[in-house]
């Protein structure tokens, strides 16, 4: 059965403190692996999609990076705005249903 | 420009009330989808539609009805609710509704069924 796991559930950071988090998968044919962020009340807003292992995309604070059985969302120097909760996802089971990972609630503290 | 937008934003209907949530896409995408989302829990599939035609309904209750009158609307209709059904409910499209494609996500719309 195709899954979507995310690790830690929730990370608490100092401000400049860099962690990654974790998006594990088990998806037969990945067909892209998605990270979005999430804030309270808020739909979720696009930050990268990766399709092959090896990929590697950045933007500002953040690089996700992709492997054959998980993708990582590293978070370098993270800023109290970074605080949110980060989901990945991946099309499963055929057709375009998209599983959502249960998310990593990041807070970033000062 | 990959804007997706959603009225109203928050709504408080009874049991017995009917009631319309709207989506709207200018990004030229053919396929949109429903999702629902519980506190704390990730977004869940609901519908979706590919060029206008219903092409996935993930065993919704039939008091959820969605509408796509055009390529850039989509509808949830409601009608008899349930407390339960109480959640964000989230709209978002794609480019055509193949795998592979980033679907982009509307703001949501926060539903209180009491």
């Known amino acids: 059965e195709d899954q979507v796991t995310q690790s830690p559930e929730a990370l608490r950071l100092q401000e400049g403190e860099s962690s990654s988090l974790n998006c594990s998968y088990t998806v037969s044919g990945l067909r892209g692996l998605f990270w979005y962020r999430q804030d309270p009340g808020k739909g979720p807003e696009f930050l990268f999609t990766?399709?092959?292992a090896g990929e590697e995309k950045e933007k500002e604070r953040l690089k996700a990076t992709l492997t054959k059985k998980e993708s990582f969302l590293h978070i370098t120097a993270p800023k109290p705005e970074d605080s949110a909760t980060y989901l990945c996802?991946?099309?499963?089971?055929?057709?375009?249903?998209?599983?959502f990972g249960t998310g990593t609630q990041l807070k970033v503290e000062l | 420009d990959t804007e997706v937008t959603q009225t109203p934003k928050h709504l408080v209907m009874g049991m017995t009330n009917k009631k319309s949530l709207k989506c709207e896409q200018h990004m030229g995408h053919r396929a949109m989808y429903w999702y629902k989302q519980k506190a704390k829990k990730p977004p869940e599939l609901m519908f979706v539609y590919s060029y206008e035609k219903l092409s996935i309904n993930e065993s919704v209750p039939s008091r959820f009805s969605p509408e796509c009158p055009n390529s850039s609307l989509l509808n949830l209709h409601l009608h008899a609710l349930q407390p339960e059904d109480s959640a964000l409910y989230l709209c978002?499209?794609?480019?055509?509704?193949?795998?592979?494609?980033?679907?982009?996500f509307g703001p949501g719309t926060r539903l209180l069924v009491l």
């Open positions: 990766l399709y092959s």
């Open positions: 978002a499209s794609s480019r055509s509704g193949q795998e592979q494609e980033t679907q982009y």
């Open positions: 996802a991946a099309y499963t089971g055929g057709g375009n249903k998209l599983t």
